[in-house]
């Protein structure tokens, strides 16, 4: 009897040591003293671990105090023996989500979901957490799960476009983000990222349909109109290039722009309108050596000499190692009958290149009609043995030399 009176009274004991941690761990938590809590509540467990509400109030005392692995082993044994306790299984996986465990956060999720099944917020935070660390196809198919509950949610369908488009599902991709690009901002440009890769993969037509769909909601935007442009343009759709290009002129007539539609008159067989675009080029960027020389070489192709050589000078003047515009200079000022100025022009482009057949030929005229005679021999014979396939040229050559040389000999 004595002995049995001993063991009850120990009991009792527990039971009040029990409680009077409880009471303690109530009112600690009752003033938000979480850490005040926390050893109070240790207690009541060790006399009491099967205590889901005290277990529960530890975890989240613990979370309270930054002790996020803590609160998660406290909330994953919760879990383990009360699954269907939900709110326990949401801050564990707030918690492994902020942990970076986004697998087992994702599980945490989906077992949240499987208890709500009419509730999208749990399947949504799933997809979320499986599109951090699954296979995109998970990713898919998870997404997929919560737009059948909430069709008209624009993150769940966002999601599911990335994650068709990591699975390289592009064309799926595109639908998705079309279906929700008039509804939100955010589309625009994944959409213009999607049509980069379109265009690598050789799906060149569905990327220039979703660069048209940009420009037409962009109207006002001269680098949308000039780059949709230029890709029509390199895409050989030259009249519709022409209408882009000259919206992004009108809009913003930079020198680029106006070289740009300069170059899509040029292949429309519109002399006259491309030329009068690379003077507007030429004059709004007056220091850029390319427009200068382009310009110089449609005032060429009009003989137009003078001002072809004013445009070459600049552009040589702009860029010193430009060959091109000291051989087009070189060529005009001879048109002009300037020969010496010619033959400094070739000087100068032979410092930069070897020069060509055709420059030294020109060489041999500008020396000829100075009658430097000595060195028109030395320039034509240099022409002939460079065998250049010029026919006219060589026979001209050719004659000139016999005549140059009769010359040299009498004197």
């Given at each position: 009897?004595?002995?049995?009176?001993?063991?009850?009274?120990?009991?009792?004991?527990?039971?009040?040591?029990?409680?009077?941690?409880?009471?303690?761990?109530?009112?600690?938590?009752?003033?938000?003293?979480?850490?005040?809590?926390?050893?109070?509540?240790?207690?009541?467990?060790?006399?009491?671990?099967e205590n889901v509400n005290a277990r529960f109030n530890l975890a989240y005392a613990l979370q309270s105090t930054g002790d996020e692995d803590g609160a998660i082993e406290q909330y994953s044994l919760i879990a383990s023996?009360?699954?269907?306790?939900?709110?326990?299984?949401?801050?564990?996986?707030?918690?492994?989500?902020?942990?970076?465990?986004?697998?087992?956060?994702?599980?945490?999720?989906?077992?949240?979901?499987?208890?709500?099944?009419?509730?999208?917020?749990?399947?949504?935070?799933?997809?979320?957490?499986?599109?951090?660390?699954?296979?995109?196809?998970?990713?898919?198919?998870?997404?997929?799960?919560?737009?059948?509950?909430?069709?008209?949610?624009?993150?769940?369908?966002?999601?599911?476009?990335?994650?068709?488009?990591?699975?390289?599902?592009?064309?799926?991709?595109?639908?998705?983000?079309?279906?929700?690009?008039?509804?939100?901002?955010?589309?625009?440009?994944?959409?213009?990222?999607?049509?980069?890769?379109?265009?690598?993969?050789?799906?060149?037509?569905?990327?220039l349909d979703i660069y048209r769909r940009h420009a037409s909601m962009n109207p006002e935007d001269p680098a949308v109109q000039e780059d949709l442009g230029l890709l029509l343009l390199e895409e050989g759709a030259t009249?519709?290039?022409?209408?882009?290009?000259?919206?992004?002129?009108?809009?913003?007539?930079?020198?680029?722009?106006?070289?740009?539609?300069?170059?899509?008159?040029?292949?429309?067989?519109?002399?006259?309108?491309?030329?009068?675009?690379?003077?507007?080029?030429?004059?709004?960027?007056?220091?850029?050596?390319?427009?200068?020389?382009?310009?110089?070489?449609?005032?060429?192709?009009?003989?137009?000499?003078?001002?072809?050589?004013?445009?070459?000078?600049?552009?040589?003047?702009?860029?010193?190692?430009?060959?091109?515009?000291?051989?087009?200079?070189?060529?005009?000022?001879?048109?002009?009958?300037?020969?010496?100025?010619?033959?400094?022009?070739?000087?100068?482009?032979?410092k930069l290149i070897p020069p060509s057949a055709a420059s030294v030929y020109l060489r041999a005229i500008c020396q000829d009609n100075l009658q430097m005679y000595e060195e028109a021999r030395d320039s034509y014979r240099?022409?002939?043995?460079?065998?250049?396939?010029?026919?006219?040229?060589?026979?001209?050559?050719?004659?000139?030399?016999?005549?140059?040389?009769?010359?040299?000999?009498?004197?």
């Open positions: 009897m004595h002995r049995l009176a001993t063991v009850k009274a120990s009991l009792l004991l527990v039971a009040a040591l029990s409680a009077n941690d409880l009471r303690e761990a109530a009112e600690a938590l009752g003033r938000n003293d979480f850490a005040g809590a926390v050893p109070h509540l240790r207690a009541a467990l060790a006399d009491d671990p023996r009360q699954p269907d306790l939900l709110e326990a299984r949401q801050n564990l996986a707030t918690l492994l989500m902020q942990a970076g465990r986004f697998g087992e956060a994702a599980d945490e999720y989906g077992a949240i979901a499987a208890g709500s099944p009419d509730d999208p917020a749990p399947r949504m935070l799933a997809a979320m957490a499986t599109e951090r660390t699954g296979p995109p196809e998970a990713v898919v198919e998870a997404y997929r799960r919560v737009l059948e509950l909430d069709p008209s949610s624009l993150d769940a369908r966002l999601g599911l476009a990335r994650s068709l488009e990591a699975s390289g599902m592009l064309l799926e991709a595109v639908e998705e983000y079309l279906r929700i690009a008039d509804s939100t901002p955010h589309a625009d440009q994944p959409l213009l990222n999607l049509a980069e890769r379109l265009e690598e993969s050789g799906q060149r037509d569905t990327a009249g519709e290039a022409i209408g882009f290009l000259e919206r992004s002129v009108k809009a913003d007539p930079t020198g680029r722009r106006h070289s740009a539609l300069a170059e899509a008159y040029r292949r429309s067989r519109c002399p006259d309108a491309a030329h009068e675009q690379l003077r507007l080029a030429a004059e709004a960027d007056p220091g850029n050596a390319s427009g200068r020389l382009r310009y110089g070489s449609s005032l060429l192709q009009r003989q137009e000499f003078e001002g072809a050589a004013r445009e070459y000078l600049a552009a040589a003047e702009a860029d010193r190692t430009q060959p091109e515009a000291w051989n087009g200079l070189a060529f005009a000022m001879y048109r002009l009958n300037n020969f010496p100025a010619a033959l400094r022009a070739l000087s100068e482009s032979a240099a022409f002939l043995a460079m065998q250049p396939g010029m026919e006219d040229e060589v026979w001209k050559a050719t004659q000139r030399l016999q005549t140059i040389e009769k010359v040299l000999r009498k004197r």
